[in-house]
């Protein structure tokens, strides 16, 4: 009996099946190999006692192979490879060792904590779905992961956001982590980029963009508050501007709460009103002493809205990571 059946689905043109074969008699694991659109041909229909290699008839679209792909083979596990630089079959065999051990995802990270590189399209990642924080390298293009982890995942959308969503999906999943030196990331294109950004928008719910949208509502509140207690009352500037922030943080705090964050919703929603007005504090100084200062050289509107920009940036942090936390299974 194999020790696992596994489905090794791979995006690269210069793909050579037979260590793979070789890997698959040696580990007594049950292996079929599906190559999207090789540079050659001649490994279509490659068979071999350790396990059978079928050349997918691939449309060109590596998404919609893969989907074919998992729907129409077998397995418990399957590996996706989107890679020209193949990981080694030492990498292999011990990301097959890590799923023997009870691990549903099994991730080959291109990073160590000793050399950790700066990549653009991971720092976004980090910075718009804060699930991803735990793991090195989100956007690896080598991973092992259960197939009924795929259970309400869409893989229409982007490639290098199907690990996260694996991730975001299955939150109580098993993850290892093991080092292999890949390449880093591609070059970011204007068209992929957008199509990257919008897959990790929808995939963090839109928090961005939600928090966006209550900062904006906000803005008006501030700017109204304001201007009703200067403007029409009469108040110093300075008081006016400390009671129009409050006002706004009180506003955006009820709209956070029951819609951008609604899914982080933990422990009484005093506490999370003091932690977010303790985070807030930083926000609203920025506000305060940017708008302040601003007014002698600009109307006092426009210092106020630039203060509201800056704080708006530190708020948004502070919500993410401290006030609206993630709560660890």
Known sequence: MPRLSLQIIVESADFRPENV??????QNVEMDLFIVNPKDRTIEGFMSEGGSVVRVNGSGDFLKDLQDTLDNSPGEYFAIVRSNRICSMETITRMIEEAEHGYDIVVASRYSDKKRRFDLKTAIIKLLVREMNGISDPLSPFFIARKSMLYGIDLSTSPETILPELVIKNRSARISEIQYGGERSARIFAGGFFAYVF?????????AVKFGLVGITGIGINEGAEYIFHGLSGLIIPLALLLSIEISILWNFTFNNVWTFSDRRHGSVIMRLLRYNSVTALGAAVNYVVGLSLVPFMFYL???LIGIFLGFLVNYLGSDYLVWKIEKN
Not at 21 to 26: F, P, Q, S
Not at 199 to 207: D, K
């Open 199 to 207: 897959s990790l928008l929808r995939l963090s719910r839109y928090r």
């Open 21 to 26: 074969v070789d890997l698959a008699r040696e």
């Open 302 to 304: 426009y210092a106020n």
